[in-house]
């Protein structure tokens, strides 16, 4: 074979040519895009296996796909050893960004930013891996308490509103799920959960090793 044209493509993430045996998981995905996009609620989905079985490489392709068809795409990778405030919050500002581009910026997107302020001041005086310097205002009484879980479905909920008010979704795309910590990772299963509850616009697509499933 010509390694100029040999469609194997080696390497951790990286795409092949063809993503075989895989069409049912991404119409999964496809399915919760078309619910969200007509108002009605749609499950997260989590990929779990073990390591080289092509988790990274679906996790992309379906983070491609959606963005190609308008919604609002944030992507994290989960490193060891970091909270998962520090990486949220630069995700939600990011998220908000891209919102304020589908449409100009309403109320509801700017109040979401102010609460976002008022959640990075809260986390930031828990988790001390939080660096984020840019001042985003706050607004007093919503996701500024210092509890994870309650502050996490606050700003999950203006999020949902504000991207509703723009009729489209966010997804949030995190890989290594495996590593975010046990207590954390079900202050996000909540936010999400009462997302879903009250038919906001806003989904995860995760994938981890097995022990995630623990």
């Known amino acids: 074979m010509d390694p100029r044209i040999n469609p194997y493509a080696p390497g951790a993430g990286t795409q092949?040519?063809?993503?075989?045996?895989?069409?049912?998981?991404?119409?999964?995905?496809?399915?919760?895009?078309?619910?969200?996009?007509n108002g009605l609620a749609a499950r997260s989905l989590l990929m779990v296996g073990l390591r080289g079985v092509?988790?990274?490489?679906?996790?992309?392709?379906?983070?491609?796909?959606?963005?190609a068809r308008g919604f609002v795409v944030v992507t994290i990778e989960s490193p060891e050893r970091r909270s998962l405030p520090a990486l949220l919050i630069p995700s939600l500002r990011l998220a908000l960004l891209k919102l304020d581009r589908v449409a100009a910026a309403g109320e509801l997107a700017k109040k979401t930013l102010r609460a976002l302020g008022g959640f990075v001041g809260a986390m930031k005086a828990k988790y001390q891996d939080i660096e984020f310097g840019i001042d985003l205002g706050n607004e007093p009484g919503i996701a500024d308490s210092g509890d994870l879980e309650h502050d996490l479905v606050d700003l999950f909920v203006e999020l949902g509103r504000a991207a509703k008010e723009k009729k489209t979704a966010v997804f949030f795309f995190i890989d290594e799920l495996q590593y975010v910590e046990e207590g954390q990772f079900a202050?996000?299963?909540?936010?999400?959960?009462?997302?879903?509850?009250?038919?906001?616009?806003?989904?995860?697509?995760?994938a981890g090793l097995p022990q995630l499933v623990g």
Do not use: N, Y
């Not at 040519?17 to 919760?32: F, H, M, S, T, V």
């Open 187 to 206: 202050a996000l299963i909540t936010a999400l959960h009462k997302c879903a509850q009250l038919q906001l616009p806003i989904a995860l697509i995760g």
């Open 54 to 67: 092509g988790k990274t490489v679906l996790l992309t392709r379906i983070a491609q796909e959606t963005e």
């Open 16 to 37: 092949p040519p063809e993503l075989a045996g895989r069409d049912e998981i991404i119409e999964k995905a496809a399915i919760a895009l078309d619910r969200l996009r």
